[in-house]
């Protein structure tokens, strides 16, 4: 399953990493200073200057840090309340603006891709992973929205695949357009710390999700007795 635009935290957040050199550094000037105290020349002691803006530059220093450390709470919170949001995508279709989609067991992966203006030739192109060509074939020439359906051919590895459009018009031009993944959130997953949508054999975030739809259910069908 394809990761799409995401980014992984680690368990050890950069403020409490700057923490701890400080604390070090802290020490060893500590050290430093009580060792020339401890050797100074009576007659002619050093300036104290100089370690009172040593010391204001630490405070400072530390200030910023407990900042970092506050920042970094209130993103974590927001996380929190991310992870309580995703719950809301389940089971709804959503658009994804990506050129990616998964392979179903049904072997199709499923698009939809705008058109700005007509176009004289639409050529679809799916690839692999590795950017390796797979398969190909015309599109639509008319303006707007279009769904695509991709039946891959027998003997297609399972995993996700890219689409790319080349569109031209009648003069030869190239004719804008967008591509998103069409599909059903089927889970919620967390990776590296961040929450992800499962859906069209993709994990993308939910900031990627452009559009939200309620899927209809199926009626259950009526059931007969005898009286």
Known sequence: MDVNEIVGQGTTTHANQSAATLAKDFDNFLQLLTTQ????????????????????????????IAT????????????????????????KEVTIGTNKAGLTEEGTATWEYLLDASTSTT??????????????????????????????????DPGTYTLEIEALSANGEKVANNIYSI?????????????????????????????????????????????
């Open 37 to 64: 105290l401890q050797y100074q020349d009576p007659l002619a002691p050093m300036d104290s200057n100089q370690f009172t803006q040593q010391l204001v530059a630490f405070t400072g220093v530390e200030q910023s």
């Open 68 to 91: 970092n450390k506050n920042l970094e709470a209130i993103v974590e919170q927001n996380r929190a309340l991310e992870n309580g949001n995703a719950v809301d995508y389940l089971g």
């Open 123 to 156: 050529k679809l192109t799916i690839k692999d992973n590795n950017g390796l060509k797979v398969d190909s074939m015309n599109g639509e020439l008319g303006s707007g929205i279009h769904e695509f359906v991709w039946k891959a051919p027998a003997g297609t």
């Open 183 to 227: 599909g059903i959130v089927e889970s919620i997953e967390n990776v590296g710390g961040q929450v992800l949508l499962s859906s069209n054999g993709i994990l993308t975030s939910p900031r990627n999700v452009l559009a939200v739809r309620q899927v209809e259910q199926e009626p259950l069908p009526e059931e007969t007795g005898t009286e």
